[in-house]
């Protein structure tokens, strides 16, 4: 579940090499920041860094949108737009009912894709029983966000602590390049619903 923020974002530094070379994401196999062996079950990319500036990264389109939302209610998740009666409030995700809804109060599509990315990192939560990311990682996220979105990760602090990884993870993603999250949505999300294991509430 996000809080409304403002809609205006960092940009991010251009990724230096070694920033390449970190790697977050599990897998049961090895990992490396191939992105064409993506399709293959290689690994997603790695850093905050290499998520994007003006020239690394591009905005978010109302096509990443669609593709995005065509995926996720491929897999049985309903997407909807609704006025939220929650002050602040841009969307949620509801594992019980696997429901994301988009509050209408994004201006952009960048924005409205930050919250469909970062509602979609919850579905995908679901999907594996829990945590999305490699443990070994969670630091260098953590400073990444702290760095480059500030506001994002003062935000987490709101959370019960038992939540702050998802949220991390979820602000983390939506941050990645938009053609890299229907990547980590079909590795983590093959079936047609969330897994039994999922700790959402």
Request: proline share 9%; with cysteine; aromatic share 6%.
């Amino acid at each position: 579940m996000r809080p409304r923020l403002p809609l205006t974002r960092a940009r991010f530094p251009l990724p230096s090499p070694s920033a390449t070379r970190a790697a977050f994401w599990r897998n049961p196999s090895s990992w490396s920041v191939a992105l064409a062996a993506l399709l293959l079950a290689a690994p997603v990319p790695a850093s905050l860094a290499q998520a994007g500036t003006a020239s690394g990264r591009r905005p978010a389109s109302w096509a990443d949108i669609d593709n995005l939302r065509s995926l996720l209610m491929a897999r049985g998740t309903k997407v909807l737009q609704q006025d939220c009666n929650q002050r602040g409030l841009q969307g949620p995700y509801h594992d019980r009912s696997d429901t994301i809804v988009i509050c209408r109060v994004h201006r952009d599509p960048e924005a409205v894709w930050n919250t469909l990315a970062h509602e979609a990192t919850h579905r995908m939560q679901a999907c594996a029983g829990g945590s999305i990311t490699d443990p070994r990682h969670h630091q260098a996220m953590a400073r990444a966000l702290a760095t480059y979105e500030p506001q994002e990760w003062r935000s987490i602090a709101v959370y019960p602590r038992e939540q702050q990884l998802s949220e991390l993870e979820a602000r983390y993603t939506a941050r990645l390049p938009p053609e890299q999250v229907p990547r980590l949505l079909r590795r983590y999300c093959n079936g047609s619903g969330p897994s039994t294991l999922s700790r959402q509430p």
